[in-house]
């Protein structure tokens, strides 16, 4: 479920989290969830937004 209040809101409309999230979910699971990829992951989807003009938010 998207967040209208978290720090990716200005994002969810420009880049689309869906494909960030089942990465995060496949590779969490494959790593037998190890918290760093979580990070790599939000990271990632941060710097996507940023790159397309969305504020990520603190």
């Known amino acids: 479920k998207k967040s209208f209040q978290g720090p990716f809101r200005a994002c969810h409309d420009i880049v689309k989290p869906h ?6 979910l496949s ?8 918290r760093s990829i979580l990070c790599q992951v939000l990271e990632m ?7 397309h003009g969305a504020m990520v938010h603190d």
């Open 19 to 24: 494909d960030f999230y089942r990465s995060c």
């Open 27 to 34: 590779n969490l699971c494959l790593s037998s969830g190890v």
């Open 45 to 51: 989807y941060a710097v996507t937004c940023q790159k």
